[in-house]
């Protein structure tokens, strides 16, 4: 299985700004992915992480509002941009390795926006 | 649209009891069905993973089961633990990869000592 690690853990941040989380595995990957997970609620797939092109945005997500990058295949970045209180959720990062079609989760970012 | 449902929401049980965890879903056409655990301020720990063409896997004390057909899986504990207490998620992988996981809201389990 796959090690994945994500910064920061939590973070409070102000209605407007904006915040990158970072995701880190220990091993090359196939596919890595970004869900957000609302209070109360199940985990939705934001987009599928592309290394090295364009991200692949679900319905509903925006590249403007959570632009990802995945500069190798073991790092991705999601931007959570002009945040609004309705966008405090758990964000989580997952990867797909090269030996099974199990997913694997990181811990998640909680974030609060006030 | 694939839509996942976990029954019950919330389930609490004595120490030692066996219990059945279900999950439903809408689209038979499925890749996978994953099943997680989520603790409080922690990420999702991967329990079992069930192919399309498989009926069921066991991990120690768990047993999922699949029946694509009737669109339901069972997620089986055997003798739980209060250690078992957790928020457990069903997830489909739908049809052309795993990639896209469909969740469910899952069942908050609690077992009591």
């Known amino acids: 299985s796959a090690v994945i690690s994500q910064k920061p853990s939590r973070d409070i941040c102000q209605r407007g700004t904006s915040l990158t989380i970072q995701c880190q595995v220990d091993?090359?990957?196939?596919?890595m992915f970004w869900y957000r997970q609302q209070p109360g609620q199940s985990l939705t797939l934001i987009a599928t992480?592309?290394?090295?092109?364009?991200?692949?945005?679900e319905s509903g997500f925006v590249i403007d509002k959570f632009p990802i990058s995945r500069p190798n295949l073991t790092f991705s970045t999601l931007t959570v941009s002009n945040m609004s209180p309705e966008d405090s959720s758990i964000y989580l990062c997952?990867?797909?390795?090269?030996?099974?079609?199990?997913?694997?989760f990181g811990p998640g970012t909680r974030l609060t926006v006030t | 649209k694939q839509e996942v449902t976990q029954i019950p929401a919330a389930l609490s049980v004595p120490e030692g009891e066996n219990l059945v965890l279900n999950c439903s879903f809408t689209?038979?056409?499925?890749?996978?069905l994953q099943w997680f655990r989520q603790d409080p301020g922690k990420g999702l720990t991967s329990l079992l993973l069930?192919?399309?063409?498989?009926r069921e896997q066991t991990s120690g004390r768990l047993n999922a089961s699949l029946d694509k057909s009737s669109g339901r899986s069972t997620l089986y504990i055997a003798a739980s633990q209060p250690g078992d207490s957790a928020t457990y998620l069903c997830?489909?992988?739908?049809?052309?990869?795993?990639?896209?996981?469909?969740f469910g809201k899952g069942t908050k389990l609690t077992v009591n000592p």
């Open positions: 997952s990867v797909v390795g090269y030996s099974s079609y199990e997913q694997y």
């Open positions: 992480a592309n290394q090295g092109s364009e991200a692949t945005y």
């Open positions: 997830a489909v992988g739908t049809q052309g990869g795993s990639e896209k996981l469909v």
């Open positions: 689209d038979s056409a499925i890749y996978n």
């Open positions: 069930i192919q399309s063409s498989q």
């Open positions: 091993s090359q990957v196939t596919m």
